[in-house]
């Protein structure tokens, strides 16, 4: 009786799901526009009460169509649950690895949603890189965390059909694939359990799905194999009202994953989805059997639907303003809905049902009305105590404009800013939303196809405890294979809340509704036009190290600079280095002073390792001071065309590796790939390196280089190598040095990328610190000029390497070989072929991950790569 005295005490308030997952308006996305056809689609859903979670293991894994198909066919709640970001993939697009390509991902799968009509969610399962067993992932997952993140989900969504995208055993291809399955199947029956993870309890109740399917494929299932074993349905039907069939918006969803080189074309006509039942009752005729996806599974709900009936069968494609007042009569309803006399279980899923719908009605009413709201703040950027501050000293204002684009009366009571973390409750309280209660507050008509436009100041006395605009999830240190996320409320959630919300109150012809929108930040680009880009609360001072990991084969000091840069005017202060025992810095420290917000200052420090710096790899970490207070974040701002500008905080620190190092050569010539940073790495152990681009590719220029390098995925990414490929190979027959990082064996641009034949594959060594076998100890390479010993693969990250070929030509030499528990020796991490005067190295080895990371190891293989014949 405690829980429903609380769920209704918030009901009346309508603030409690503020704190859950509920959707809000996408950061940095233009305010939406409706078309007719679209609300009508919107309408249509009003009227349906179902809900299907999809479960995966990454960004990429869901099936796009479905979700497609369920969200605009079925209309049906879709959310998608990956139980990761995809940290620990590869990046097609940019440099950007681990948590930066976390971030990309992650607003990848929102760009997807919006296209498919789905929801995002995640667990704090770390995408810790390529796994082979499910038993491996839960010795780095911690699975009891990864479950209880599910279960969450499934109480607050409430399914009534789970479906899988992988099945729980070997078939899934991948460890994470298999785990994702299995904790989905554990997850199905745990959530309707009270004794499982009681502390979520305060907030939801236990939910038992109808059934969960497993979602197969022609991937999984045997060629001939009889498909009439499993339940089947059509998810290639065209849907009139959005234009397109489900798979042609499955198309433009899963082209949302361009970091992962996931574009695709459209897929028209008949698609059949299979699904095998893998636990509660089986699906006979409908995906949705036994469950009343009607208003009548709501007690006193049959009233609402009958009066969304007559919206429906009123609604004016040319009108849509004349459906807005009986939209407000089933809002009316909706919001003085009463629930008597029935159990707990029952009222708590009612009032989901409630809050959902009256979420929708509220955003129809907007999309009937034309109502353009949006509150814009002239700075991306602002400290927390810049972006805060009363009338006389505001530094932000915020500019909303509000146009009503049809005829129906629309006065504005009442308007605020907040910082998202204040709460609701506490603007009641401190008399922020006076006009939602006043009998007669202050009334602005806004004229039909008039702009009204006025300013705001972000409340100072409903100030949240937001400190800066860092993902939640990489606030605090994490493991290898979990996020740290202490709050339950954020657990779940895809991103962030904007940093900062306008929330205005309306008077539309006797109803009162609010209504709210993001702080952002508009431009207009001269080639995109009007963009908008989050508001981000930055400290007063940010750190940057101008450099990935410092290298020091000797004694001899090094340069490295610092960037400081101000998140607000008049930042003044010192900066000094932290270095490890035996390590000096010169100067001790550098004082500061910046006079304008952004404003940047690079200084520099001499390092370098005394006596007593140990061998091996440390770290190095720049702290600023101002007014008393450390900082040691850096400003790390991400931004592609396809998602959201992002901006993250990484810690300012750096790897210092002090290693015995000799080298031969001294010009390395780069063509990058995909986008890496080893050429930075090859910089700091003393090589010249010139980056080129495929039209440097002739014979007269590539004379000059020791080496030349190809950055990882070239042959997957440079389409004028197909034709380019004589030229290097020339260049290798001249006595030139190739050497060929990590391609992957599908949709390379030639055939074959070496002299010889050799066949790529997906093999890989996933442990990476797996021992290792020297197959040639006389071989050049693990002797010249530096002497390799398995100690050079101890310290690797997340794997030891990836897409080793599978057969190759006898002119090929083999150099090593490692293998990951249980499997066949993988020989091919390094192939060798002499090649007239020169030679071609192609090497899976993941260099890419380590070099950055400051692996010693790494550094002295890869100088006798470009060492070899010298």
Same mark, same amino acid.
């Given at each position: 009786?405690?829980?429903?005295?609380?769920?209704?005490?918030?009901?009346?308030?309508?603030?409690?799901?503020?704190?859950?997952?509920?959707?809000?308006?996408?950061?940095?996305?233009?305010?939406?526009?409706?078309?007719?056809?679209?609300?009508?689609?919107? @309408?249509?859903?009003?009227?349906?009460?179902?809900?299907?979670?999809?479960?995966?293991?990454?960004?990429?894994?869901?099936?796009?169509?479905?979700?497609?198909?369920?969200?605009?066919?079925?209309?049906?709640?879709?959310?998608?649950?990956?139980?990761?970001?995809?940290?620990?993939?590869?990046?097609?697009?940019?440099?950007?690895?681990?948590?930066? %390509?976390?971030?990309?991902?992650?607003?990848?799968?929102?760009?997807?949603?919006?296209?498919?009509?789905?929801?995002?969610?995640?667990?704090?399962?770390?995408?810790?890189?390529?796994?082979?067993?499910?038993?491996?992932?839960?010795?780095?997952?911690?699975?009891?965390?990864?479950?209880?993140?599910?279960?969450?989900?499934?109480?607050?969504?409430?399914?009534?059909?789970?479906?899988?995208?992988?099945?729980?055993?070997?078939?899934?291809?991948?460890?994470?694939?298999?785990?994702?399955?299995?904790?989905?199947?554990?997850?199905?029956?745990?959530?309707?359990?009270?004794?499982?993870?009681?502390?979520?309890?305060?907030?939801?109740?236990?939910?038992?799905? +109808?059934?969960?399917?497993?979602?197969?494929?022609?991937?999984?299932?045997?060629?001939?194999?009889?498909?009439?074993?499993?339940?089947? @349905?059509?998810?290639?039907?065209?849907?009139?009202?959005?234009?397109?069939?489900?798979?042609?918006?499955?198309?433009?969803?899963?082209?949302?994953?361009?970091?992962?080189?996931?574009?695709?074309?459209?897929?028209?006509?008949?698609?059949?989805?299979?699904?095998?039942?893998?636990?509660?009752?089986?699906?006979?005729?409908?995906?949705?059997?036994?469950?009343?996806?009607?208003?009548?599974? =709501?007690?006193?709900?049959?009233?609402?639907?009958?009066? %969304?009936?007559?919206?429906?069968?009123?609604?004016?494609?040319?009108?849509?303003?004349?459906? =807005?007042?009986?939209?407000?009569?089933?809002?009316?309803?909706?919001?003085?809905?009463?629930?008597?006399?029935?159990?707990?279980?029952?009222?708590?899923?009612?009032?989901?049902?409630?809050?959902?719908?009256?979420?929708?009605?509220?955003?129809?009413?907007?999309?009937?009305?034309? %109502?353009?709201?949006?509150?814009?703040?002239?700075?991306?950027?602002?400290?927390?105590?810049?972006?805060?501050?009363?009338? +006389?000293?505001?530094?932000?204002?915020?500019?909303?404009?509000?146009?009503?684009?049809?005829?129906?009366? =629309?006065?504005?009571?009442?308007?605020?800013?907040?910082?998202?973390?204040?709460?609701?409750?506490?603007?009641?309280?401190?008399?922020?939303?006076?006009?939602?209660?006043?009998?007669?507050?202050?009334?602005?008509?806004?004229?039909?196809? +008039?702009? &009204?436009?006025?300013?705001?100041?972000?409340?100072?006395?409903?100030?949240?405890?937001?400190?800066?605009?860092?993902?939640?999830? %990489?606030?605090?240190?994490?493991?290898?294979?979990?996020?740290?996320?202490?709050?339950?409320?954020?657990?779940?959630?895809?991103?962030?809340?904007?940093?900062?919300?306008?929330?205005?109150?309306?008077?539309?012809?006797? &109803?009162?509704?609010?209504?709210?929108?993001?702080?952002?930040?508009?431009?207009?680009?001269?080639?995109?036009?009007?963009?908008?880009?989050?508001?981000?609360?930055?400290?007063?001072?940010?750190?940057?190290?101008?450099?990935?990991?410092?290298?020091?084969?000797?004694?001899?000091?090094?340069?490295?600079?610092?960037?400081?840069?101000?998140?607000?005017?008049?930042?003044?202060?010192?900066?000094?280095?932290?270095?490890?025992?035996?390590?000096?810095?010169?100067?001790?420290?550098?004082?500061?002073?910046?006079?304008?917000?952004?404003?940047?200052?690079?200084?520099?420090?001499?390092?370098?390792?005394?006596?007593?710096?140990?061998?091996?790899?440390?770290?190095?970490?720049?702290?600023?001071?101002?007014?008393?207070?450390?900082?040691?974040?850096?400003?790390?701002?991400?931004?592609?065309?396809?998602?959201?500008?992002?901006?993250?905080?990484?810690?300012?620190?750096?790897?210092?590796?002090?290693?015995?190092?000799?080298?031969?050569?001294?010009?390395?010539?780069?063509?990058?790939?995909?986008?890496?940073?080893?050429?930075?790495?090859?910089?700091?152990?003393?090589?010249?390196?010139?980056?080129?681009?495929?039209?440097?590719?002739?014979?007269?220029?590539?004379?000059?280089?020791?080496?030349?390098?190809?950055? #990882?995925?070239?042959?997957?990414?440079?389409?004028?190598?197909?034709?380019?490929?004589?030229?290097?190979?020339?260049?290798?027959?001249?006595?030139?040095?190739?050497?060929?990082?990590?391609? #992957?064996?599908?949709?390379?641009?030639?055939?074959?990328?070496?002299?010889?034949?050799?066949?790529?594959?997906?093999?890989?060594?996933?442990?990476?610190?797996?021992?290792?076998?020297?197959?040639?100890?006389?071989?050049?390479?693990?002797?010249?000029?530096?002497?390799?010993?398995?100690?050079?693969?101890?310290?690797?990250?997340?794997?030891?390497?990836?897409?080793?070929?599978?057969?190759?030509?006898?002119?090929?030499?083999?150099?090593?070989?490692?293998?990951?528990?249980?499997?066949?020796?993988?020989?091919?991490?390094?192939? =060798?072929?002499?090649?007239?005067?020169?030679?071609?190295?192609?090497?899976?080895?993941?260099?890419?991950?380590?070099?950055?990371?400051?692996?010693?190891?790494?550094?002295?293989?890869?100088?006798?790569?470009?060492?070899?014949?010298?």
């Amino acid at each position: 009786m405690l829980l429903r005295s609380v769920l209704r005490t918030a009901l009346l308030a309508v603030i409690f799901t503020q704190s859950l997952i509920r959707p809000f308006t996408a950061a940095a996305q233009a305010p939406k526009t409706w078309s007719s056809s679209e609300i009508l689609l919107g @309408l249509k859903k009003l009227n349906v009460l179902g809900s299907a979670l999809y479960v995966a293991a990454h960004p990429d894994d869901e099936n796009t169509r479905l979700i497609a198909y369920l969200a605009n066919g079925r209309l049906v709640e879709t959310g998608y649950l990956s139980c990761t970001r995809g940290d620990g993939g590869q990046n097609l697009i940019g440099p950007e690895l681990r948590e930066g %390509l976390g971030v990309i991902r992650t607003q990848e799968l929102l760009a997807a949603r919006r296209i498919d009509g789905g929801r995002q969610f995640f667990t704090r399962a770390n995408d810790f890189g390529f796994s082979k067993t499910p038993e491996e992932t839960f010795t780095i997952w911690d699975k009891e965390q990864v479950l209880a993140d599910m279960v969450w989900v499934i109480r607050q969504r409430r399914p009534d059909v789970m479906i899988t995208r992988f099945p729980p055993d070997a078939r899934a291809g991948h460890g994470h694939h298999t785990a994702s399955a299995m904790l989905a199947i554990e997850a199905f029956s745990a959530a309707a359990d009270p004794k499982r993870f009681p502390e979520q309890l305060q907030y939801v109740q236990p939910w038992q799905a +109808k059934r969960l399917l497993w979602n197969t494929g022609s991937f999984f299932v045997k060629a001939g194999e009889d498909m009439s074993q499993y339940f089947k @349905l059509d998810a290639g039907g065209f849907n009139p009202l959005l234009g397109q069939s489900y798979g042609e918006i499955a198309a433009r969803s899963r082209s949302q994953h361009r970091s992962q080189g996931f574009g695709s074309s459209a897929q028209r006509g008949e698609a059949p989805e299979y699904f095998q039942l893998l636990k509660g009752e089986p699906a006979k005729t409908d995906l949705f059997d036994g469950v009343d996806l009607t208003w009548n599974r =709501v007690p006193g709900g049959a009233t609402i639907g009958k009066m %969304l009936d007559e919206v429906i069968r009123k609604y004016d494609p040319a009108n849509p303003s004349a459906s =807005v007042a009986g939209l407000l009569k089933v809002r009316e309803e909706l919001v003085a809905f009463r629930i008597s006399a029935i159990s707990d279980s029952q009222f708590y899923g009612s009032f989901f049902w409630r809050n959902e719908k009256l979420t929708e009605v509220e955003q129809l009413i907007q999309g009937c009305l034309g %109502l353009h709201i949006e509150a814009i703040i002239a700075s991306p950027t602002a400290t927390k105590e810049s972006l805060v501050q009363d009338k +006389k000293s505001v530094v932000y204002p915020v500019l909303y404009e509000i146009v009503n684009r049809s005829n129906v009366t =629309v006065q504005l009571l009442d308007e605020v800013a907040y910082p998202s973390s204040a709460t609701l409750d506490k603007l009641y309280s401190q008399g922020g939303m006076q006009g939602m209660h006043s009998s007669n507050p202050h009334r602005i008509n806004i004229i039909p196809s +008039k702009r &009204h436009q006025d300013t705001l100041f972000i409340k100072e006395d409903s100030r949240g405890s937001i400190e800066s605009s860092q993902p939640y999830w %990489l606030q605090k240190n994490g493991t290898v294979g979990m996020y740290t996320v202490e709050d339950l409320l954020s657990r779940g959630k895809a991103e962030n809340e904007p940093a900062a919300k306008a929330r205005f109150i309306f008077d539309i012809p006797g &109803h009162r509704i609010m209504l709210t929108v993001p702080v952002q930040y508009k431009s207009t680009d001269p080639v995109e036009g009007e963009k908008y880009r989050p508001l981000t609360v930055v400290p007063p001072v940010a750190v940057n190290i101008g450099g990935r990991a410092y290298v020091f084969a000797d004694n001899q000091p090094k340069t490295v600079p610092v960037t400081l840069r101000a998140g607000k005017a008049s930042v003044k202060g010192t900066l000094a280095l932290s270095l490890p025992k035996g390590w000096t810095a010169e100067p001790a420290s550098i004082p500061f002073e910046l006079t304008a917000k952004d404003a940047e200052q690079t200084v520099q420090f001499r390092v370098q390792p005394g006596v007593g710096a140990a061998e091996g790899k440390s770290e190095l970490r720049a702290v600023a001071t101002v007014d008393g207070q450390a900082y040691s974040r850096g400003y790390q701002t991400i931004a592609y065309s396809h998602i959201p500008t992002q901006t993250l905080f990484p810690e300012a620190v750096a790897p210092l590796v002090k290693l015995d190092l000799r080298r031969k050569g001294q010009e390395i010539g780069y063509l990058m790939g995909a986008g890496d940073e080893v050429p930075d790495a090859l910089r700091q152990i003393g090589y010249t390196v010139t980056l080129l681009k495929p039209e440097d590719l002739t014979d007269q220029n590539l004379r000059r280089f020791d080496a030349v390098v190809l950055g #990882v995925r070239a042959y997957n990414t440079l389409d004028r190598l197909k034709t380019l490929q004589p030229t290097l190979l020339r260049y290798v027959e001249n006595g030139g040095n190739l050497v060929v990082q990590y391609v #992957v064996n599908r949709g390379t641009v030639l055939p074959q990328i070496g002299p010889y034949p050799l066949t790529l594959s997906s093999d890989r060594v996933t442990v990476e610190n797996a021992p290792v076998t020297f197959l040639n100890p006389s071989q050049p390479l693990l002797n010249t000029p530096n002497k390799i010993t398995s100690k050079d693969f101890e310290g690797w990250v997340q794997e030891q390497g990836l897409y080793y070929p599978s057969q190759w030509d006898p002119k090929y030499q083999t150099v090593l070989s490692s293998q990951d528990p249980g499997e066949t020796a993988k020989q091919s991490a390094i192939l =060798v072929a002499d090649y007239g005067k020169g030679h071609y190295i192609y090497t899976g080895l993941s260099l890419f991950r380590e070099l950055p990371a400051g692996v010693p190891g790494a550094y002295r293989l890869l100088t006798n790569m470009v060492s070899l014949g010298k």
